[in-house]
């Protein structure tokens, strides 16, 4: 993967439910093994963003281009979707992260066994294997779909507030991992809440309020006013909002 | 005393089939009744067994009590109702268990009108609670077919089926077997209640496939054993249930689902995996 080359491509992008857009009119690319963080307030479209580029939401308008297949995403969504009652071990939840290669009925070898082992040794859950993942905290629900991150070993991974309501050891021991992936060339794509992290560790940023407010390097990006502007944006909903007529691409 | 369990078997065919019949249907739905739980959608199960009536209700109107007939009628029905349901609750405001139930409703009601339309209440009680004892050798094929089935596209959809309901988002992204998956896995529970309802009728067969699943989950969170205890306990109710309505001359249909019924009792009592005795004497708590 060279620096230079394009991993997703965003044309003039509209996403939304019913006709209604959640992010209007996005354009850009994100270069590949680029570390990027997702910024803004709630309902800025951040969610609906990550949804259009796995393609579990169709773009009202524009085209989202990527480098591969979208089978070379990986793609962890809020920690609420899941259903935590099911009877299901961890090390079965995380060996998940196999199917891209292994398929609907494919087997796993004793190298993949070897991998799922690593998976739970770097996020810290050996010993957890047999464990329901009705018993995991919420930490450790979040570490075991880390592992399975690890084990799809795709070009590139999107994460969808992954440190909501984590503490502080699991928080650092996760995103020593999203800084493995970034060594690794391989293209990040988080959405953050705390700034702070966002400046420290992500040296790209896209800030968005339904429109895109301003997007580059971090420290530009989240500059005060920016900030501001990103916050007055998103809150108007209009019941009779007209027909958008700017220009597709 | 072994007597009163072998004799019934050996000396008469008609009990041999039945005991044929309900380890078939215990084979094939068992296992899908445990998904139907895991999917919360025991209810769906027996929303749909209600629904197969009407369809089987024409086979017998055209062609009385055929077996061909009456199984086609019933898999029309029971898809039809499947995919109605679905489709009401995706472009209404009605969610799926009103709309099913709207449609159960409907469905049993205009089953029980097609019936009497031609036939005795003789007829009507065949097609509501089965006749186990009568089963010939079409039906017994028709119900090892099914299990047969069932039991191999379960093997083959076991991945999707489980990530599925753990995970639907992932699944989406990694793959698109999860529609195709849910389709073919309401096609089995069709297949299922459709192949109960010849022994059990169209009122019991749904619980041939709930009450071993339910009982199941108090002994084990792991699926696979869950599908085995379930199978078991479907044999083992199918087995005593035809003893117990053998000698004590009690209807067999009901008396297996009520074998199954106290099986279930007795594993929400006692199941090592959250029993109600369990959890009232949970012992004293541990270290760590």
Known sequence: MSSTSTAIRFDEVTLGYGRRPAVHHLDGDIPAGSLMAVVGPNGAGKSTLLKGIVGTLKPLDGQIRLKGSASGIAYLPQAAEIDRSFPLSVYDLVAMGLWTQSGLFGGIAR?????????????????????????????????????????????????????????????????????????EARTVVAVLHDLDMVRRIFPQTLLIAREPVAWGETGEVLSPENLLKARRMVEAYDPHADVCHRSAA | ?????????????????????????????????????????????????????????????????????????????????????????????????????????????????????????????????????????????????????TVLALAVLYRPLVLECVDPIFLRSVSRAGTPTHLIFLGLVVMNLVGGFHALGTLLAVGMMMLPAAASRFWSSDITMMMIVSIAVGIVSGFSGLLLSFHAELPAGPAIILSAGAIYVMSLLLGREGGLLWLAWPGRHLEA
């Open chain 2, 1 to 149: 005393m072994l007597d009163l369990f072998y004799t019934p078997f050996a000396e008469f065919e008609f009990m041999q089939r039945a005991l044929v019949g309900v380890i078939a249907i215990a084979l094939g739905g068992g296992p899908v009744g445990v998904f139907l739980m895991l999917r919360r959608m025991s209810l769906t199960g027996d929303a749909m067994a209600h629904a197969i009536l009407p369809g089987a209700a024409v086979g017998y109107l055209l062609a009385g009590l055929s077996l061909p007939a009456m199984t086609i009628g019933g898999l029309f029905a029971g898809v039809i109702v499947a995919v109605a349901a679905g489709l009401v609750s995706r472009f209404t405001a009605l969610k799926e268990d009103a709309s099913l139930a709207a449609f159960y409703l409907l469905s049993l009601a205009l089953g029980v009108t097609i019936v009497s339309l031609r036939g005795s209440n003789v007829d009507l009680l065949h097609v509501l609670f089965g006749t186990v004892l009568a089963l010939d050798d079409s039906t017994l094929l028709l119900l090892a077919s099914i299990s047969t089935m």
């Open chain 1, 111 to 183: 190298r993949d066994r070897t991998r799922i082992e690593e998976a739970l040794a770097a996020v810290g859950l050996i010993g957890f294997e047999r464990r329901p993942i009705s018993t995991l905290s919420g930490g450790q629900m979040q570490r075991a779909l880390f592992a399975r991150l690890l084990l799809q070993d795709a070009p590139v991974i999107l994460l969808d507030e992954p440190f909501t309501a984590i503490d502080a050891k699991t928080t650092a021991d996760l995103l020593d991992l999203v800084r493995r992936w970034h060594d």
